[in-house]
């Protein structure tokens, strides 16, 4: 594998907390850092016990980006800030979470820059000696393909659950954290943030976790998904949503999963009353262990499913839920 000198990491925050793809990311830049530094830029205001757990990840440097214009999220001062960075640090790679925040500045920074940017990557190579090879899907997740890249610098998005964050609980070293001032009183915001209206959620985020109960049209109404809901709380995991589903309003579209939703890789997936249609597919089909419960035998989600029950999604949950309260 290809060995950078520098890594530049741009952290993904939520309500102060650092995204688990930001570990993650940290991890990827060790690898391919091979002994040369690694640093983590943050833009929001960060939990001081966040700090705590970023020593145990072998961090150089931590630079802490201070602006008015940065607390809360503006796409052009995001941008430029970036920008910035990557002037001042010139790492040979820039990862960062394919989240939304990912998804939105990191194309716009790559261009901006003129570098390459593989996006979505789900897999480092780490046996070819001279080069960095990333595994990403293509056509919605039907292909994989793997792509080199030989000339730093470059950019990189992670899919998020897709690397191993490696802490170290021995470690407890100190980071060292700079603050960097952003000049940005010469860019003109096209967009502001007037007001945040946040939704209540489960707590467990989506993309994020661990476990998902997804309901679809199957479910037949909003009052349908409370078995659904019962069952993600029993395994600690969240609900999520066929396209179906949110169509018909029986979910919201922030729990949409698939091509044009939430694309998600838990350790299990219950797929309930959901057909399997490709663009679902493009969403979940990377879950580690996928179950399917559905009354027509024929469905395609069971062309993808390790466990499959042909069933009544309203007999077939409220027994799972039973079953898994009792151990
Ligand atoms: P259906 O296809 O209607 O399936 C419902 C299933 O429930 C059936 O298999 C049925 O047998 C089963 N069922 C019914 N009753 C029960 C019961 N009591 N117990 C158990 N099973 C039961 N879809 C997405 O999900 N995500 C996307 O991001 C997405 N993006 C799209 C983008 C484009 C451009 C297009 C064209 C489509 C997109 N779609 C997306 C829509 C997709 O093609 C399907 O229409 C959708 O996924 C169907 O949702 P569903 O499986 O919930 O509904």
């Known amino acids: 594998m290809g060995t950078a000198n ?22 990827v830049a060790h690898q391919m850092a091979n002994g040369g530094e690694v640093h983590l830029a943050i833009l929001e205001s ?81 046996s070819s000696t001279y080069e960095f090879v990333f595994t990403r899907p293509i056509y919605a997740g039907k292909a994989y393909v793997q792509r080199t890249i030989t000339k730093p610098p470059f950019f990189v998005t992670l899919r998020p659950n897709n690397f191993v964050a490696h802490f170290d609980t021995s470690l407890d070293q100190s980071i060292e954290i700079k603050t960097f001032h952003p000049n940005l009183s010469q860019i003109s915001l096209r967009t502001v943030v007037t007001d945040v209206v946040r939704k209540v959620t ?20 909003k009052e349908g998904f409370a078995p659904l809901e019962e069952l993600a709380v029993v395994l600690g995991g969240a609900v999520g949503a066929s396209r179906g589903a949110c169509d018909a309003g029986y979910a919201d579209y922030a729990l949409q999963i698939g091509q044009t939703g939430k694309v ?34 024929e469905a395609p989600i069971f062309e993808v499913a390790d466990y ?20």
Not at 6 to 27: C, H, K, P, Y
Not at 98 to 104: E, I, N, P, Q, S
Not at 202 to 221: F, H, P, Q, T
Not at 266 to 286: F, T
């Open 308 to 327: 499959g029950i042909v069933g009544d999604l309203f007999e077939v949950v409220p027994l799972l839920t039973k079953e898994w309260q009792r151990i």
């Open 46 to 126: 960060l939990d001081p016990n966040q700090i705590e757990s970023l020593k145990q990840l072998k961090l150089d440097r931590m630079w802490h980006v201070d602006h008015p214009l940065l607390k809360t999220f503006n796409l052009d001062a995001y941008v430029e800030t970036w920008v910035h960075l990557i002037d001042l640090l010139n790492p040979d790679v820039i990862l960062t979470g394919h989240t939304a925040l990912g998804r939105d500045v990191s194309p716009r920074v790559a261009a901006r820059k003129r570098i390459g940017l593989l996006s979505d990557c789900i897999k480092l190579d780490t």
């Open 6 to 27: 520098n890594v530049l990491i741009f952290a993904d925050i939520r309500n102060g907390t650092l995204r688990q793809v930001t570990f993650e990311a940290i991890s």
């Open 264 to 297: 998600v890789t838990p350790d299990l997936y219950i797929a309930c009353g959901i057909s399997g249609a490709i663009q679902h597919l493009a969403g979940m089909s990377m879950s580690k262990t996928i179950v399917a419960i559905n009354i027509d035998p």
């Open 202 to 221: 489960s707590g467990v985020d989506l993309s994020e976790a661990n476990v998902i109960v997804a309901g679809g049209r199957g479910v037949k109404s």
